[in-house]
C-alpha cells in the first residue's frame, strides 16, 4: 500500500494528517489533526489557493483595488472581496 506523505498547509505538520473525504470537484480532502483545520493539496479554482489568499493580501496593501486584484490574478472579484473579509475576521 503506498503511503503519500501529505503537509498541512497551515502548520507544514506531516504526521497527523488523515483523509477527510472529497470535494465537490474530486480532489482529496484532508484533516490536520494538531491544527484541526481541513485542507486539499490541489484546487480547480486558483481563487482558492493558499499563496492566492497571500498575493491578495500583499496587493490591497500596495494600493490594488478588488476588481484590479480579480483582473490580475484571474479571479472574481468576489473572491477577492471574501479573501479580505476573512483575514480581517483571523486578526
Ligand atoms: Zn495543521
Not at 3 to 17: E, G, P
Not at 33 to 60: A, R, V, W
Not at 73 to 83: D, G, K, N, Q, Y
Request: with cysteine; charged share 20%.
Amino acid at each position: 500500500m503506498a503511503v503519500a506523505q501529505v503537509a498541512c498547509i497551515h502548520c507544514q505538520q506531516t504526521i497527523n494528517v488523515a483523509k477527510n473525504g472529497k470535494a465537490e470537484t474530486g480532489h482529496q480532502r484532508y484533516r490536520c489533526k494538531d491544527c484541526n483545520k481541513s485542507f486539499q493539496p490541489e484546487y480547480g479554482y486558483d481563487g482558492n489557493l493558499h499563496s492566492t489568499h497571500e498575493k491578495i493580501i500583499k496587493m490591497t496593501m500596495n494600493g490594488s483595488g478588488v476588481r484590479d486584484i480579480g483582473r490580475v490574478l484571474e479571479i472574481s472579484p468576489t473572491t477577492v472581496l471574501a479573501c479580505l473579509k476573512n483575514s480581517t475576521r483571523q486578526q
